[in-house]
């Protein structure tokens, strides 16, 4: 089923939209809170639900590793594994591409498991049929993630066999009983931050035809200034009515930079990361926990907002629970930070619809860092 998207809402090239799949539909702006092995670190099912997130992110190779695609399978797919009733999106490999710097070829990659060695091929249709069995409402095509430092040579060569294998992808899925019927397939741009290579692989994915469209391998260690380089360098070929998702992206001021020049979707672990080693996202910034100042504080982690849902608990509380290294510290941020990075979305598409986006995005990068 192709993914339709129907715009609500436009402020420049900032928008509000519906994406429309087989399970349902979720709105844009929209982050997506990253569950690797089918769950958000620290949280279940019920505490996303509550949080209001709409679509959560699964990763493909460590659901393939363990417990196993065709486990997941037989537990009801990620959905029914995790009981989680909202839209779930995978990756397909290709960040482990770049992480984990598996042997690379024209058939496909070949990794060495970081869970017992064991090794294992993954092809553009070998992607396919995984996230058909993990379940999840929208798959990505394989692609090649390259460095931000890597040669220019090396940019252009995970260009053009992105290219090949989003070929090879999109028919493998088109012709799968499963996934054509129940999912959407995305295609990613690469390029690296040159922009003609940027141009280049959006015309070529663009021409194949996917049901939306990500910009991979950006924020990736570039710069801001040449992330966004490379981010203007493609947003413009790609299609208005399609869904449009800046992969592994999290960070405030380049979410509000990104929606400014029309993207949709995100997804990042920041938040929960910044939680686990006691970093708070506040409407003031951010700031760590463990400082000794909070000690004795009998504030909440944001003063501004009353509604977080750590609001119970003061500074001074949950400092003692971090530096004792107790899980609920990390539970009770990584609720707070997942829900204020969710609210921040909610008011960023507020702005759109009242026409005060611009207003919106000086006020983020009042907060958050020079413009």
């Avoid at 993990?134 to 060569?157: E, T």
Wanted: aromatic share 8%.
């Amino acid at each position: 089923m192709r993914a339709s998207f129907v715009e609500t809402a436009r402020d420049g090239q900032a928008r509000c939209g519906v994406v429309t799949t087989a399970r349902g539909e979720f709105t844009t702006p929209r982050f997506m809170p990253v569950g690797t092995r089918g769950a958000i670190v620290h949280l279940d099912a019920s505490d996303v639900e509550a949080l209001g997130a709409q679509v959560i992110l699964a990763n493909t190779y460590h659901l393939m590793m363990r417990p196993g695609a065709d486990v997941v399978e037989t537990l009801g797919g990620i959905h029914g594994m995790a009981d989680w009733g909202g839209h779930v999106l995978t990756d397909s490999g290709g960040y482990q591409i770049f992480s984990l710097g598996p042997e690379l070829s024209d058939e496909g990659a070949t990794f060495k498991s970081t869970y017992d060695g064991s090794t294992h091929l993954l092809t553009p249709e070998g992607a396919v049929d995984v996230q058909a069995k993990i379940g999840a409402d929208i798959q990505m095509v394989l692609d090649v993630c390259p460095s931000s430092i890597a040669d220019l040579s090396v940019v252009r060569s995970a260009v053009e066999r992105t290219g090949r294998w989003a070929e090879r992808g999109r028919a493998a899925f088109l012709d799968h009983p499963d996934a054509a019927r129940r999912q959407c397939q995305f295609g990613i741009v690469q390029g690296g931050t040159d922009e003609a290579l940027r141009e280049q692989s959006a015309r070529q994915v663009t021409e194949i035809g996917f049901d939306g469209y990500a910009v991979g391998g950006l924020s990736v260690g570039e710069d801001r200034s040449e992330m966004l380089s490379g981010l203007d360098a493609c947003m413009e070929l790609l299609p208005l009515d399609q869904p449009r998702y800046f992969m592994g992206l999290g960070d405030p001021i380049g979410i509000v930079e990104s929606v400014a020049r029309g993207v949709d979707m995100f997804d990042c672990v920041l938040p929960t990361r910044l939680a686990r080693h006691g970093t708070i996202l506040t409407d003031g910034g951010r700031y760590n926990l463990t400082r000794a100042e909070f000690a004795t504080s009998t504030e909440p982690l944001d003063p501004a907002w009353p509604e977080s849902p750590a609001a119970r608990w003061s500074k001074g509380y949950l400092r003692h629970l971090l530096l004792t290294k107790e899980p609920t510290a990390a539970r009770i941020i990584t609720l707070h930070n997942v829900a204020w990075l969710l609210r921040f979305m909610d008011r960023m598409a507020d702005a759109i619809r009242s026409g005060t986006f611009e207003d919106f995005r000086l006020g983020v990068h009042d907060v958050w860092g020079a413009r």
